[in-house]
């Protein structure tokens, strides 16, 4: 009765609209997502969302883009296997354990404005973990030297997933600052956070798939946004009304007589984070920054690399049947 079972689900999603991929009454533990995306390019990609809805709630309790959920925010899918997450060719693998003891309803919701291809197979148990699993994401501006603040959901227990994505104001940028998990400093940088200062057994990289680097080089292209994703599969322990924060610290270097002296400064940055806590309830997600009603804001913003050769010919022939062959290929 509890074993695996196996839902799929495969249709043309049209433009602006959403689906209902999974819907099951009754203890749900989903173990897997596997969703195909058209690799169109990262603002067609970066504009497909997911939505998770539990015991009737109308507010899901996940709302991110499926991207973002898998840790690569550049909106383009790279090669990586992580605990949580696995990318190949156009497929994301989402292993969040996303449970519910009376009923599980998922939707995908396509930003963009014209009709994609999707095809989702989801693997599932009929069984309640004992415990929510909730997605949010924040945008946060502060000003020069502010911290980056973020309020967890109400009540939530532990953290199991963190994705830090920052668009710096130059090519100059690093991350000096202190990182907190309420009062706790859980990585002291964005380049600690990456790896070095955490139990190595947890999972840690940079949305390309390759060793995280919180370095810029102006001479390099595409390092104009820079995302690190951070997984806790023991969870760390949240404490009451905990806030996650960032101190937007760098450094700046400067010779003199050859002599090289640092010091760190205060920055003015753009920052998207990604939480994922578990719950003993349904947690509230309302009031946080990006929900279904709001996608034009959140997909435009960020600084997306030219369009590889692949998506450029994916994006070809989308142009080209939608023109019923009078685009060019």
């Not at 999972?203 to 102006?218: A, E, L, Y």
């Not at 806590?277 to 509230?284: A, I, K, L, R």
Request: net charge negative; charged share 20%; with cysteine.
């Amino acid at each position: 009765m509890n074993g695996l079972k196996i839902s799929h689900f495969s249709s043309r999603l049209g433009g602006k609209s959403s689906v209902t991929i999974f819907d099951e009454a009754g203890p749900t533990l989903v173990k897997s997502i596997n969703i195909s995306l058209p690799p169109y390019g990262p603002s067609v990609v970066q504009a497909q969302r997911i939505a998770v809805y539990v015991d009737d709630n109308d507010v899901p309790i996940v709302d991110v883009p499926i991207l973002d959920f898998a840790g690569l925010t550049h909106g383009r899918i790279a090669s990586m296997v992580t605990h949580y997450a696995e990318c190949s060719g156009s497929a994301v693998t989402l292993r969040w354990p996303m449970s519910s003891p009376r009923r599980m309803r998922i939707v995908i919701t396509n930003g963009d404005a014209e009709p994609i291809p999707l095809a989702v197979l989801i693997s599932y148990q009929k069984i309640w973990s004992g415990y929510y699993v909730s997605a949010v994401l924040a945008h946060r501006e502060p000003k020069e030297g502010g911290l980056v603040s973020v309020r967890l959901p109400e009540n939530a227990l532990d953290l199991l997933g963190l994705v830090v994505a920052v668009r710096p104001s130059d090519l100059e940028w690093c991350g000096e600052g202190k990182i907190f998990l309420g009062d706790e400093v859980l990585a002291d940088g964005l380049d600690m956070l990456g790896g070095t200062c955490l139990d190595t057994s947890q999972w840690f990289g940079s949305d390309r798939g390759i060793s995280v680097s919180v370095r810029f080089d102006s001479n390099v292209r595409g390092h104009e946004f820079l995302g690190l994703y951070r997984w806790f599969p023991d969870g760390l322990e949240i404490k009451e009304n905990a806030n996650f924060k960032i101190e937007q610290v760098g450094r700046q270097v400067s010779v003199n007589d050859g002599i090289i002296k640092s010091k760190r400064v205060p920055r003015e940055d753009e920052w998207d984070i990604l939480l994922v806590t578990t719950h003993q309830n349904v947690p509230d997600i309302s009031g946080y920054d990006f929900s279904l009603s709001e996608i034009d804001n959140q997909i435009w913003y960020r600084d997306y690399e030219e369009s590889s050769f692949r998506e450029h010919i994916w994006s070809s022939i989308r142009m080209h049947v939608k023109t019923g062959g009078r685009g060019s290929v």
